[in-house]
């Protein structure tokens, strides 16, 4: 059965082509230094909160890197309830309630198993007040648009399954972003029956219309008038950009020179007549 996660999905809202692209042909545009660098920091702040929540030494990793370091403790000040719930020798583990990092959870849904990681999930499952916060790192120098996050696929899909698959109603459920390099900020989403609604048919939507592609084997290009291809790494290859082009839309930059060589294969490069 194909897994599907929320950056497969949201790849399917944006292109058909793209899609079919990235999760079949296990093609990928070149990543920039920056955004290596990021995937880097993100990666190791990951392990350190996972560190943390199995009550394992941090410091090789905080004495390391003193933004990191910062940015932990900055996390504990501003939202102390993550690490409290945490069962330690002085604080045996609860029954009703439930504090892990990355944790899995996947979820069988018309063909295809719904998969998400939670960077951290702190469920409550008393009888007077039960609840589930789902907590996630986020990375980036800047937040990003709240309103673009409320509707990504990672909200939606992660309190979908968490819904799907624990006793708890959709209105007791939430997700929180922090954002570890800008003063632990964060953004937190509530949850509803009507966005649970909507979430379901929008994923049945899409798994049936990717299940009828793998049959026709046909994945459609987006239509040029959504913008989208400009910025595709894909561009040239979908013949949305002439690599020659002597005027193309994106700035000459060795980032991006390196993404139009990087699709040049020999159907897309014109021949010269000698
Ligand atoms: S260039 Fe356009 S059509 Fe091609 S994969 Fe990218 S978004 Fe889709």
Redesign the pocket.
């Known amino acids: 059965m194909i897994s599907l996660s929320q950056s497969q999905l949201t790849l399917l809202d944006?292109?058909?082509?793209?899609f079919?692209?990235v999760h079949f042909d296990a093609l990928n545009g070149p990543s920039s230094y920056e955004q290596k660098v990021t995937t880097q920091w993100g990666t190791q702040f990951h392990l350190l909160m996972q560190q943390r929540s199995l009550n394992l030494p941090t410091e090789v990793l905080t004495s390391a890197n003193a933004e990191m370091a910062v940015s932990m403790s900055a996390l504990a000040k501003a939202a102390p309830e993550i690490f409290k719930a945490l069962p330690n020798d002085s604080n045996p583990a609860d029954q009703n309630t439930e504090s892990q990092s990355e944790q899995r959870r996947t979820l069988a849904f018309n063909g295809y198993l719904l998969t998400v990681v939670y960077d951290w999930i702190l469920c409550n499952f008393d009888a007077d007040s039960p609840n589930g916060q789902i907590l996630d790192w986020k990375t980036h120098q800047r937040p990003p648009r709240k309103e673009r996050l409320a509707n990504d696929w990672q909200t939606r899909l992660y309190l979908y399954v968490l819904c799907e698959t624990t006793s708890l109603r959709p209105d007791q459920l939430s997700m929180t972003y922090w954002f570890v390099r800008s003063e632990a900020s964060s953004y937190r989403f509530g949850y509803s029956v009507r966005q649970h609604e909507q979430t379901r048919q929008d994923l049945q939507r899409l798994t049936a219309r990717l299940s009828r592609m793998r049959e026709q084997n046909d994945f459609?290009?987006?239509a040029?008038a959504?913008g989208?291809?400009d910025q595709?790494?894909?561009?040239?290859?979908?013949d949305?950009?002439s690599p020659m082009s002597s005027s193309p839309p994106l700035p000459i930059d060795p980032y991006h020179l390196l993404q139009a060589a990087s699709q040049i294969t020999a159907d897309s490069v014109e021949e010269i007549h000698l």
């Open positions: 944006t292109c058909d082509r793209k079919q692209y459609p290009k987006v040029i959504a989208k291809c595709c790494p894909f561009n040239v290859r979908c949305r950009i």
